[in-house]
């Protein structure tokens, strides 16, 4: 047969080859980018170590910027603190 000769129904029938091929990877990059979403929502470790960082962001920051307040808190949590450790040895003997 001639490389030129079409079937009567060839011409009606598109070419789905490209088409699909293209399909195909726009789903891959919409799976891959699906599974990197998952995976930073999921990965408790990471998200824990960023919002440490974010905390002690903000702690160096109201140290410099309000050193008064920074200590006040300071001094807020070691008598909580102190409050928790004498009541519960308090109890235990």
């Known amino acids: 047969m001639d490389a030129n000769y079409q079937t009567p129904n060839s011409a009606a029938t598109p070419d789905l080859g490209a088409s ?8 891959r990059e919409e799976i891959g980018e699906t599974l990197r979403a998952l995976e930073e ?21 109201l140290k410099r910027t309000k050193p008064i307040a920074f ?17 519960t040895a308090r109890k235990l003997f």
């Not at 699909?20 to 789903?27: F, G, H, N, S, Y």
């Not at 905390?55 to 920051?61: C, D, N, Q």
């Open 41 to 61: 929502k999921l990965n408790v470790g990471k998200r824990v170590d960023e919002a440490t960082d974010r905390a002690f962001v903000r702690v160096v920051e």
């Open 20 to 27: 699909t091929e293209a399909d195909i990877e726009r789903l």
């Open 71 to 87: 200590v006040a808190g300071v001094a807020g949590i070691a008598i909580i603190a102190g409050v928790v450790v004498w009541s």
